[in-house]
């Protein structure tokens, strides 16, 4: 039995321990502990705290009240119930950012271009993810809605650039149509480069209307359905497309109708991938751009780990040279979607796939700056 002094003792030497805590998930201030006569700086530790992309700081985005400035946000979308296949991918955005914890601000220079994303005038911030019902569709797409409503309203901290970008992380694809009813608000209807395996645009009354309107929304007809609300161009285009169609005519026709052009996978061979941006340049030359990424895009030998794997698919390097070789283009928007972690390998491919892609899109927003009323400066 302890004495009442030595428990005493006890309490009085665990309360006198120092522990200090990050204020927020990313360390933003120099974190400096005494050991002896050494300190040690531990703010880069990249394996603390709560996990955001690439270490960047958190921002509850939603509290209208806030008063945290950012330029482009980061939105997780955990939301699968609209998948055709394989769920999952409502766990993606959480995937995706520990696909991401390798990626530190302060140490993120290119090897390729030299640029460092996070150090030029963008102010990036990770806002979690919204708040979203596994039991509603409808509702959670509203709720969805909202957030990106909220989140795209909130104030830059530029003064030149007034409107906030978002990058999205899903999530099904059905999450880009909540993002494209927020992008229009702002920019207007815009030109969506899509890669995917899959185009999309199906008629809710061929996939999913057939049962009822509730399930004709879904990752195979959000696209459609983005056309038929007036937030896409006729200057779209897929690209990567290799999985079958459901009608011999009417799907490719209609997919004609909703503004889309497509290069399919194995035009790359031909092409090669400095052939694949020149194409997709043309076609969006001059307007608003939104990109949407389905790591589907992927072979499956690059990305097991989504709901609808389509094989004959491109490597990661070649997305990645593709998505680097659009800076340029006026990009207002875009996400990375159907990462569903449970089907990954021990290696984390995919995650770690759509993590880089996400820096990719972050890096285009960051080339040029956009106004909401014209291009860039």
Known sequence: MLSTL?????????????????????????????????????????FAGLTTFANLPYVHCLDKDGFEKYDIAILGAPFDTGVTARPGARFGPNGIRTGSRRIHPDSAWSIYSGKNLFKEWATIVDCGDAPLTVLDNTVAL??????????????????????????TLGGDHTTTLSALRSTIKHWGPV??????????????????GGVSDYAGVNHGTFLHIAHEEGLVRNTSIHAGIRAPVMNKKHDVRNDRRCG????????????????????????????????S??????????APA????????????????????LSGLYVVGGDVVEVAPIYD????????????VVMSLLQLMVDNPVRADSGPL
């Open 191 to 208: 030109s969506v480069i899509h890669f995917d395996s899959h185009i999309d645009t199906w008629d809710p009354e061929v996939l999913g």
């Open 6 to 46: 030595s428990i005493l003792l006890l309490a009085s030497a665990a309360a006198g321990r120092d522990i200090a805590f990050p204020p927020v998930a990313a360390y933003q201030s120099p974190m400096m502990h005494s050991f002896g006569h050494e300190e040690i700086d531990i703010t880069g530790a990249k």
């Open 260 to 291: 889309f052009e497509m290069i399919k996978a194995r035009d790359i061979d031909r092409l090669t991938p400095q052939g694949v941006i020149d194409k997709l340049k043309r076609r969006v030359a001059g307007t608003k751009v939104y990109i």
């Open 142 to 167: 509203k709720q969805l809605d909202t957030a990106h409503r909220i989140i795209s309203s909130r104030p830059t901290n530029s003064t030149d650039y007034t409107v906030p970008r978002i990058v």
């Open 306 to 325: 989504t709901g609808t794997a389509e094989v004959g698919g491109w490597t990661t390097r070649e997305l990645l040279t593709i998505l680097d070789g």
């Open 345 to 356: 390998n021990p290696g984390e491919p995919t995650t770690l796939a759509a993590s880089e």
């Open 293 to 302: 990424v389905d790591i589907d895009v992927l072979d499956p030998a690059f």
